[in-house]
């Protein structure tokens, strides 16, 4: 066991803040183990072999060692995602604000990449309610995307805007989660490379930034809509007096989370206005740091007028009939075109998503289906994904493990039995990869080259233990 070198004045600055137990939180640091955990996808029903479940989110599991998730299949087919346990409280929250009888709601995740809140709320809403995820860093848009493409969801859209840009669609949000950037604390046992980067200097900018993100966007927040504030720090300054100075500058009440007392999770309350949050030590609960809180917005901004957009071309509706058969439930869907490809998305989000456009840099909206070539559609990869895929529609080619990690790598795919030929699925365990085209003497993959795996594929033995519910 190796002593932990923590930051100076690290250490001494949390002797103060709620739950913080310094010989239990350094001993924890010095075992230097980590617990992995994942996040099954509820509408791409799997098991894991050996796994215990994270006590505040369903679909959380702990693993009792950690696989090699890149050359897993079903990773890449977004039968799960890789997530800290601490993070997926999120879905507690949602669950104890929100039920299924309140209505359709529209979620903002403001800070989203690379995709782990986005895609628990995509699990969490239901087909008439839309996510938006925003990245507001450019290069980090397409890892957002790509883990939303695996998740199949069509309510989604991936937008890249700074905040201050969302204050322009006034109470359009029910809830707006916002995982602020911060000093980062709350990592430093996954990855102890971030204690280089802390210092009291750096907890106080950003808490600077932390307040200028929630001023922009908190009017994009509805009347009694929630704010969930979230950040992977310890400090003080980034978590309680948040959320005092929040209740210092808007009409917002503190909502008190039911917690049970066995999951280690400490209860805190701000110095002023005793606004509820949860703090998560790693000595205290199985997972990383994480402090999080919920308040009730209680004024109003001004609500956006969702508008059609009157300049939109005429639907060519013999393209769309040709489409249509593709997917599943086309009546639930409004179908439109970007430059040649054709999308889809769920038709209750029409006038939110036209809307939209005009305010906001949107990366991708539902799931782009493909282009049509006469009466031949060259399908995408967002529709092999998806949920609304009509599979009847196409040949499916079931693959081995070693053809299926050959097929991720570009690579050739080998003693395939497959007389018809054409555009096909290529599946592996039943859960769809990607496409191909099935000629006479070969085969063309059209597995995306930015996905594809790089490194070094593992022994057949090592294939991760994760089988098929009922298989």
């Not at 989203?112 to 628990?120: C, E, H, I, N, Y």
Request: glycine share 6%; proline share 5%; aromatic share 12%.
């Amino acid at each position: 066991m190796q002593a932990t070198k923590f930051p100076e004045g690290f250490v001494s600055s949390l002797q103060h803040t709620p739950g913080f137990s310094q010989d239990a939180f350094v001993q924890v640091h010095d075992e230097a183990h980590s617990p992995t955990s994942i996040r099954i996808n509820s509408a791409k029903s799997i098991s894991f072999d050996s796994s215990e479940p994270v006590l505040w989110c369903e679909e959380g599991r702990y693993l009792n060692s950690r696989p090699s998730f890149t050359f897993d299949p079903l990773f890449h087919a977004g039968c799960y995602y890789v997530q800290e346990a601490s993070s997926m409280f999120l879905d507690h929250i949602l669950h104890y604000i929100y039920s299924n009888d309140d209505g359709p709601l529209k979620v903002l995740d403001l800070c989203a990449a690379p995709g782990g809140k986005s895609t628990l709320i995509s699990s969490f809403i239901q087909d008439d309610d839309l996510l938006v995820a925003n990245e507001i860093i450019k290069t980090r848009v397409p890892i957002l995307a790509d883990n939303l493409t695996r998740w199949g969801r069509t309510n989604t859209i991936v937008t890249n805007n700074d905040p201050k840009a969302f204050g322009r669609v006034k109470g359009f949000f029910d809830i707006i989660v916002v995982d602020a950037p911060c000093s980062g604390s709350g990592m430093f046992r996954k990855d102890p490379a971030a204690m280089e980067e802390w210092s009291e200097g750096n907890v106080n900018l950003c808490q600077q930034r932390q307040e200028r993100i929630l001023a922009d966007v908190y009017p994009a927040l509805k009347e009694d809509g929630y704010l969930v504030y979230s950040t992977c720090s310890y400090s003080y300054e980034e978590d309680e007096a948040v959320l005092d100075w929040l209740c210092n500058e808007f009409e917002l009440e503190s909502i008190r989370i039911s917690v049970d007392a066995n999951w280690g999770i400490v209860e805190s309350q701000s110095a002023e206005h005793k606004a509820w949050g949860y703090r998560f030590y790693p000595d205290k609960v199985q997972g990383e740091g994480l402090f999080i809180a919920c308040l009730q917005k209680k004024e109003s901004n001004g609500e956006l007028l969702v508008k059609k957009n009157k300049q939109a071309p005429k639907p060519n509706y013999k393209e769309i009939d040709m489409v249509k058969e593709y997917v599943l439930n086309p009546s639930s869907l409004y179908f439109f075109k970007q430059n040649e490809d054709w999308l889809a998305i769920n038709r209750d989000h029409r006038d939110s998503l036209e809307t939209l456009q005009q305010y906001l840099y949107i990366k991708k909206s539902g799931v782009r289906l493909g282009k049509l070539a006469g009466k031949e559609l060259i399908p995408d990869h967002e529709l092999a994904l998806s949920l609304l895929i009509n599979k009847d529609a196409f040949m499916q080619t079931e693959l081995t493990y070693d053809q299926a990690i050959a097929y991720l790598r570009r690579d050739n795919v080998n003693d395939l039995d497959t007389p018809i030929k054409g555009w096909s699925l290529m599946t592996y365990k039943g859960f769809a990869l990607g496409w191909a085209k099935l000629l006479p003497n070969r085969i063309n993959n059209y597995y995306p080259k930015e996905l594809r795996i790089l490194s070094q594929a593992p022994s057949e033995s090592q294939e991760p233990r994760v089988t098929k519910d009922n298989l």
